[in-house]
T-cell receptor, first 110, second 113 residues
Framework: SQQGEEDPQALSIQEGENATMNCSYK?????LQWYRQNSGRGLVHLIL?????REKHSGRLRVTLDTSKKSSSLLITASRAADTASYFCATGRGAQKLVFGQGTRLTINP | SQTIHQWPATLVQPVGSPLSLECTVEGTSNPNLYWYRQAAGRGLQLLFYSVGIGQISSEVPQNLSASRPQDRQFILSSKKLLLSDSGFYLCAWTSSGSTDEQFFGPGTRLTVL
């Protein structure tokens, strides 16, 4: 069964604006991760937040985690054309495997 | 540093033909290895994972099988391909016992005609 569900499925914004993507999940987790995928390529890990953390930053990325609502958000600030990609959340539950969501397709318009 | 290789990059196969996709990892020992399939515009579906040589866990019963003949080699196979086997196949690894960051290969685009 699908654990993570991203919202929205697609997002189109102007360069320089902030992009926010959300992820919801169904069961308890050890950690939640965000990955990026450029078209036709493999996934690249962006950031990991553990279940006992509420917020984490990495460069222009900010991730929040609300375990009571079983949800996470990824904020990309000051977007650039190069940020155009699909973004996936993935949840780790301690069974040495991750469950990925369906992804958000982000388009940054110049 | 660690690297992960997949080949071939693209493959076009007729229905009913066999399949063998290979994934190898360098620079690490005893990794967990994973095979995913991604349909166009969709998320990743975990197909198989392995925590050691000869140890394979199947997530979704289907027309595919996996093998791990060596510590850093993971092979995805099929005896007879179906149209529904078309997709983008990704191999990934992570450190043994971890659910932290997974490192992905470049993927194989399989088209079954």
């Amino acid at each position: 069964s699908q654990q993570g569900e991203e919202d929205p499925q697609a997002l189109s914004i102007q360069e320089g604006e902030n992009a926010t993507m959300n992820c919801s999940y169904k069961t308890s987790i050890n950690n939640l991760q965000w990955y990026r995928q450029n078209s036709g390529r493999g996934l690249v890990h962006l950031i990991l937040i553990r279940s006992n953390e509420r917020e984490k930053h990495s460069g222009r990325l900010r991730v929040t985690l609300d375990t009571s609502k079983k949800s996470s958000s990824l904020l990309i600030t000051a977007s650039r054309a190069a940020d155009t990609a699909s973004y996936f959340c993935a949840t780790g539950r301690g069974a040495q495997k991750l469950v990925f969501g369906q992804g958000t397709r982000l388009t940054i318009n110049p | 540093s660690q690297t992960i290789h997949q080949w071939p990059a693209t493959l076009v196969q007729p229905v009913g033909s066999p399949l063998s996709l290979e994934c190898t990892v360098e620079g690490t020992s005893n990794p967990n290895l994973y095979w995913y399939r991604q349909a166009a515009g969709r998320g990743l579906q975990l197909l198989f994972y392995s925590v050691g040589i000869g140890q394979i866990s199947s997530e979704v019963p289907q027309n595919l099988s996996a093998s791990r003949p060596q510590d850093r080699q993971f092979i995805l196979s099929s005896k007879k391909l179906l149209l529904s086997d078309s997709g983008f196949y990704l191999c990934a690894w992570t450190s043994s016992g971890s659910t932290d960051e997974q490192f992905f290969g470049p993927g194989t685009r399989l088209t079954v005609l």
